[in-house]
C-alpha cells in the first residue's frame, strides 16, 4: 500500500533564516505531488502541484519554492521566511483525480 | 474557474442526532467531487469521492453523499453521528487534466454528549 512521509512535524524558525520541507511517498511511482499551505480558517491553498520529475507549477507568487529531485520526493523551500509563511503546510499525492494526504508541518515564524 | 461554496461555517450536533453538510460547487464540465476529513493537527482523509455513474455515494465510517447536478450540490450526510465524528469537514471539486483541486473552507462539526 501507499504511504506518505512529512518532516519535520514541527519547525520553529526565525524570520529570514531557509526553509526546506520534505516530503515523500511510498508504494507507487510517478505519482502527482501536491504542496499546500492551511492557515487557520482559511482553507487549503494551492501552493505547487507537480505532475512529473520536472514538471513543477507555481500557483501563488510568492518566496516559496518546490523541486522534485526524484521521482517521489517533494521539496518545499524558501531562502528567507517571512512572518506570513506561518502556517500547516500539507503535502499530497494522487494517481490521478484523487488526492491523499500526509501529516503535515507546523511552521511557525518567530 | 471552479470553486466551492461551504455555507456552515460551524455546526453543532448532538451524538446520535443526523447531520447533514452542505457543499455547493461550480464547475465548467463534469465534476470530480470529493469530502474530506480533517482532526486537529491532522492532515486530511479522503472520506468519498464523485466521479461517474450513481450519485448516492457511500464512504468511510458510516458518511454518504449525494450529487444533485441541478443544483450544484454534493451534500454529505450520516444517520447517526459519534462523538468521533468531531472534526473539520472539507468539500473539493476537480476534473481538469491537471488534476488540481479546488477546496471549500470547511465545516467545523461538533457534537454535544
Known amino acids: 500500500s501507499q504511504t506518505i512521509h512529512q518532516w519535520p512535524a514541527t519547525l520553529v524558525q526565525p524570520v529570514g533564516s531557509p526553509l526546506s520541507l520534505e516530503c515523500t511517498v511510498e508504494?507507487?511511482?510517478?505519482?502527482?505531488l501536491y504542496w499546500y499551505r492551511q492557515a487557520a480558517g482559511r482553507g487549503l491553498q494551492l501552493l505547487f502541484y507537480?505532475?512529473?520529475?520536472?514538471?513543477i507549477s507555481s500557483e501563488v507568487p510568492q518566496n516559496l519554492s518546490a523541486s522534485r529531485p526524484q521521482d517521489r520526493q517533494f521539496i518545499l523551500s524558501s531562502k528567507k521566511l517571512l512572518l506570513s509563511d506561518s502556517g500547516f503546510y500539507l503535502c499530497?499525492?494522487?494517481?490521478?483525480?484523487?488526492?491523499?494526504f500526509g501529516p503535515g508541518t507546523r511552521l511557525l515564524v518567530l | 474557474a471552479q470553486s466551492v461554496t461551504q455555507p456552515d461555517i460551524h455546526i453543532t450536533v448532538s451524538e446520535g442526532a443526523s447531520l447533514e453538510l452542505r457543499c455547493n460547487y461550480s464547475?465548467?464540465?463534469?465534476?470530480?467531487l470529493f469530502w474530506y476529513v480533517q482532526s486537529p493537527g491532522q492532515g486530511l482523509q479522503l472520506l468519498l469521492k464523485?466521479?461517474?455513474?450513481?450519485?448516492l455515494v457511500q464512504g468511510i465510517k458510516g458518511f454518504e453523499a449525494e450529487f444533485k447536478r441541478s443544483q450544484s450540490s454534493f451534500n454529505l450526510r450520516k444517520p447517526s453521528v459519534h462523538w468521533s465524528d468531531a472534526a473539520e469537514y472539507f468539500c473539493?471539486?476537480?476534473?481538469?487534466?491537471?488534476?488540481?483541486?479546488?477546496f471549500g473552507k470547511g465545516t467545523l462539526l461538533t457534537v454535544n454528549p
Open positions: 499530497a499525492w494522487g494517481p490521478d483525480q484523487d488526492q491523499y
Open positions: 508504494g507507487t511511482s510517478n505519482p502527482n
Open positions: 507537480s505532475v512529473g520529475i520536472g514538471q
Open positions: 464547475y465548467g464540465a463534469t465534476p470530480y
Open positions: 464523485y466521479f461517474s455513474g450513481d450519485t
Open positions: 473539493a471539486v476537480g476534473g481538469g487534466s491537471n488534476y488540481k483541486l479546488t
